[in-house]
T-cell receptor, first 112, second 113 residues
């Protein structure tokens, strides 16, 4: 089973600061997704990256898939309190959309 | 277009009992996956159903079983509940089998005492 690691585990920053969280594996994934989960709710899909080296931007969020498709990063510019939540990365183990492997998540707190 | 819904939202069961959790997939989606999320951890894949057939399974024992109905809604059944089964159970629907994008419901919080 392929494993995903995420770092840091916890992050607490002030509103307006920038941050980067990381998702790493020793295995190759056909695609990788980032989700944000708030307490008592299910994860909400933010982005899917498929091609090695791919960069996607979603407003203040920038996602990058590593060239070898083993790692990914999420960069948030000028964080806002609404960005607070658990950020999860998930890798697809095959090309059939089955069996996504999730990392343990990075819990982000953005303080006013 | 309605999103993924799950019922019940919370459930308390006793060790050894059986439980059934329900999920209605997003309109137009024929694939449903179930995940277990223990406190402080990421979701773990239990299994996926595509057009009423099991289409992949994670590392969970046979006492975790499921069904998918012709309308693509789904059930997760857990027999002989153990204390470690306490978790948030998440259902996610996808447009079809090969879709990378999946949309999660709010989950069912199961507590086993």
């Amino acid at each position: 089973t392929q494993l995903l690691e995420q770092s840091p585990q916890f992050l607490s920053i002030q509103e307006g600061e920038n941050l980067t969280v990381y998702c790493n594996s020793s295995s190759v994934f056909s695609s990788l997704q980032w989700y944000r989960q708030e307490p008592g709710e299910g994860p909400v899909l933010l982005v899917t990256v498929v091609t090695g080296g791919e960069v996607k931007k979603l407003k203040r969020l920038t996602f990058q898939f590593g060239d070898a498709r083993k790692d990914s990063s999420l960069h948030i510019t000028a964080a806002q309190t609404g960005d607070t939540g658990l950020y999860l990365c998930a890798g697809a183990q095959d090309n059939y959309g089955q069996n996504f492997v999730f990392g343990p998540g990075t819990r982000l707190s953005v303080l006013p | 277009e309605t999103g993924v819904t799950q019922s019940p939202t919370h459930l308390i069961k006793t060790r050894g009992q059986q439980v059934t959790l329900r999920c209605s997939s997003q309109s137009g989606h024929n694939t449903v996956s179930w995940y277990q999320q223990a406190l402080g951890q990421g979701p773990q894949f239990i299994f996926q159903y595509y057009r009423e057939e099991e289409n992949g399974r994670g590392n969970f024992p046979p006492r975790f079983s499921g069904l998918q109905f012709p309308n693509y809604s789904s059930e997760l059944n857990v027999n002989a509940l153990e204390l470690d089964d306490s978790a948030l159970y998440l259902c996610a629907s996808s447009l079809t089998q090969g879709s990378y994008e999946q949309y999660f419901g709010p989950g069912t919080r199961l507590t086993v005492t």
